[in-house]
């Protein structure tokens, strides 16, 4: 069975500095992989996914995962965050097209400070 | 707008009590899904549903049970058989005519029983 492992349970860094989240994943075949944001006391959106082809995803927000099939990983970065970033981050992975198998991690808090 | 709409947002309920979480989209996705949210647990999957009239038990199913009469509600009833049920629920949908599309999240409920 697959599962998702985020390293950070917390990250904290100042306004305009660089952040990595990182996310592994284990599973023996080919897998999806997601990452979403949730602000306080809402739902969850998401960030950006990847299905197939380019490994460097791009999302919203000025955020990008690389996908490593060799270290199964799946790490989140953004160059220089914002105050606004300050959110929890879900790393997710499924093995097909169906969300009833999607496999959600712990979750990371990313606290940005002025 | 269209979007899924979670009420209340806090409920408040006494233990042995019978309690439902009302869920709506307005997407017109045929895929409903409840999760649960816990601290440091991420979210995991109580049940869903791929069509009117039909639903699968998800990871979590015990103490809870749910009814798909429309395609837009998908309503969760905590019983008084669940141990713990005191969480943040989070109601989710997805068009699924589209191969990855993304889940759509509402802004959940937040459930406290003593």
């Known amino acids: 069975a697959q599962s998702v492992t985020q390293l950070d349970s917390q990250v904290p860094v100042f306004e305009e500095a660089p952040v990595e989240l990182r996310c592994n994943y284990s599973s023996s075949v080919s897998v999806y992989l997601f990452w979403y944001v949730q602000y306080p006391n809402q739902g969850l959106q998401l960030l950006l996914k990847y299905l197939s082809g380019s490994t460097l995803v791009k999302g919203i927000n000025g955020f990008e995962a690389e996908f490593n099939k060799s270290q199964t990983s799946f790490h989140l970065r953004k160059p220089s965050v914002h105050i606004s970033d300050t959110a929890e981050y879900f790393c997710a992975v499924t093995l097909s097209g169906g969300y009833n198998k999607l496999i959600f991690g712990a979750g990371t808090r990313l606290a940005v400070h002025p | ?114």
């Open chain 2, 1 to 114: 707008d269209g979007g899924i709409t979670q009420s209340p947002k806090y409920l408040f309920r006494k233990e042995g009590q019978n309690v439902t979480l009302s869920c709506e989209q307005n997407l017109n996705h045929d895929a409903m899904y409840w999760y649960r949210q816990d601290p440091g647990q991420g979210l995991r999957l109580i049940y869903y549903s791929q069509i009117v009239n039909d639903f699968q038990k998800g990871d979590i199913a015990e103490g809870y049970s749910v009814s798909r009469e429309k395609k837009e509600s998908f309503p969760l009833t905590v019983t008084s058989a669940q141990k713990n049920p005191t969480a943040f629920y989070l109601c989710a949908s997805m068009d699924s005519a589209l191969v990855n599309s993304p889940l759509h999240f509402g802004n959940g409920t937040r459930l406290t029983v003593t």
